[in-house]
């Protein structure tokens, strides 16, 4: 049963209205059209020529930008100093003796595209390995729950967010991308920066809490309401002072961060993102809109709008939509692409980006065609 029978009547009639060859007029900053690329069900950053063919796909289907995974499962994947001091490896070892990060940064500015090194495991240090390497090598990194636990959420194991030396350190392998390569920005996402909201209660946060509040104990609820701000509000100063820290290198650089969705993105991993757009240190917000059913997409998109977020229009433009193509066996219906699409330029969202690029080759290319075809103008030949 449709929950919402006349919004979806209302996409569909948008969708058999839309011509072929759907463009938004391009001006100095042109919408965004992105897919994210990752190591994780995907072989493209395996090998140098897997790279080129997947920046000309994306390129000759209308894209102009790639959101490439850096740093995932306490690896990077580009030769790096600071996990070599830190951590006694440079990169991935599956990809010694390369530099995928160089490689897709060279085929990408030959197409025209935007490459923005994406960190996504940010302030996590695991995934079902009890904190893996890094917490191995400094247990006093780790976050803690209410019991005292390795603070755990979805499978993922969190460092300390609060802890400075766990920001030096996700910070120091940031700033190494900015300095040393020639990318167009860096992005964090639902893990950067934030901190599930179950935590808070490692040996040092309960003493920086007792510092802040006359020596009084974190409350036993971890979603007390002061105890929520507290702890977003040196998230968003971790966020504010990477944001300046990258622009002092290189002002020119776009600061990309994909949360969840507000408020969901604050009650569960303390993700003021809001607020990191009204205080001036997000260039581009890109929020996990990851939906099964339509309805629930364009709802979402719905309630994001300048007003319920308290942002200006101008403010409110910096927001693009993130779409789940593909994980899994799931595969985003072609019609729930479509209706997305449609429903993000009735409201006004000129681009989007996508979860993630396998998810547009399946099936000889269906997705890939249907967007190319009908919403992105690709380039002239």
Not at 139 to 153: F, M
Not at 173 to 191: A, H, M, P, S
Not at 208 to 216: E, K, L, M
Not at 302 to 317: F, P, V
């Amino acid at each position: 049963m449709l929950k919402f029978p006349a919004l979806l009547i209302s996409i569909l009639l948008l969708i058999a209205c839309a011509p072929q060859n759907v463009s938004e007029a391009l001006d100095e900053n042109p919408p965004v059209r992105g897919v994210w690329l990752t190591n994780v069900d995907s072989e493209v950053l395996f090998t140098k020529s897997a790279i080129q063919e997947a920046v000309n796909f994306l390129a000759d289907h209308g894209f102009n930008t790639i959101y490439v995974v850096m740093w995932n499962d306490a690896h990077t994947l580009f030769p790096s100093t600071v996990c070599q001091d830190y951590l006694g490896y440079s990169i991935d070892p599956r990809l010694s003796g390369r530099d995928p990060l160089r490689e897709i940064i060279d085929a990408g500015h030959s197409r025209g595209l935007r490459i923005i090194p994406w960190f996504e495991y940010g302030f996590a240090a695991s995934y079902k390995k009890d904190g893996g390497i890094i917490l191995q090598k400094y247990p006093h990194w780790a976050a803690r729950d209410t019991s005292g636990a390795l603070l755990t959420k979805n499978g993922f194991e969190w460092l300390n967010a609060y802890h400075p030396e766990v920001q030096t350190f996700i910070s120091d392998i940031i700033l190494e991308v900015v300095r040393n390569y020639d990318v167009d920005g860096v992005q964090g996402d639902d893990r950067l920066p934030a901190q599930p909201v179950e935590g808070g209660y490692s040996e040092y946060t309960q003493k920086r809490y007792a510092d802040d509040h006359q020596g009084t104990a974190p409350p036993n609820n971890p979603r007390s309401k002061e105890f929520k701000r507290w702890r977003a509000d040196i998230l968003n100063a971790f966020g504010q002072k990477l944001y300046t820290d990258i622009k002092a290198i290189k002002p020119e650089l776009c600061v990309s961060w994909a949360p969840s969705v507000y408020p969901w993105s604050y009650d569960e991993y303390l993700q003021d993102w809001p607020n990191w757009i009204k205080g001036g240190y997000a260039d581009e917000i890109i929020p996990q809109n990851y939906r099964y059913e339509i309805e629930r997409y364009i709802s979402t998109m719905e309630s994001l709008s300048a007003d319920s977020l308290g942002l200006s229009k101008e403010q409110h433009a910096l927001i693009t939509p993130g779409i789940l193509m593909n994980v899994g066996k799931y595969l985003i219906p072609e019609d729930y692409l479509e209706g997305a699409i449609i429903g993000n330029r009735k409201l006004g969202y000129n681009g989007e980006v996508f979860f993630f690029y396998e998810g547009l080759i399946k099936e000889d290319h269906k997705l890939a065609k249907l967007i190319s075809d009908t919403f992105y103008q690709p380039p002239s030949h």
